[in-house]
């Protein structure tokens, strides 16, 4: 199993996830769709190349997004992956997978 964590702003969320959830991630047992999100601010300042979803290239930018966190199988992972980025408005989405151990 991994542990799949994600920033995205909050408006772009539910559209986000939804897309990770349609590769099967986030199953826990019987049920589906299952994560845990927590508010934070996500700052970056778009290089000269960089073509940002929010604000201006040069300028620092700070904008209101969500930690959401779940968990997917080894089979999955490349997909959930995949779909995120693909589904995300960001160029660079951030994001971690960690490899959980079975105890």
């Not at 920033?7 to 539910?14: H, L, N, T």
């Not at 939804?18 to 290089?47: H, K, M």
């Not at 997917?72 to 971690?96: F, G, N, R, S």
Request: aromatic letters at 10%.
């Amino acid at each position: 199993m991994y542990k799949l964590a994600f920033f995205v702003p909050k408006d772009d969320a539910e559209a986000v996830k939804e897309a990770v959830f349609a590769t099967g991630a986030g199953r826990i047992g019987d049920y589906e769709a299952c994560c845990f999100q927590t508010p934070g601010t996500g700052q970056f300042r778009p290089l000269e190349g960089a073509d940002p979803h929010i604000g201006r290239v040069g300028d620092l930018e700070q904008v209101e997004e969500l930690k959401v966190e779940l968990v997917c199988t080894d089979e999955l992972i490349q997909t959930a992956v995949a779909a995120l980025k693909l589904a995300h408005p960001y160029e660079e989405p951030a994001y971690d997978a960690w490899r959980l151990e079975d105890l």
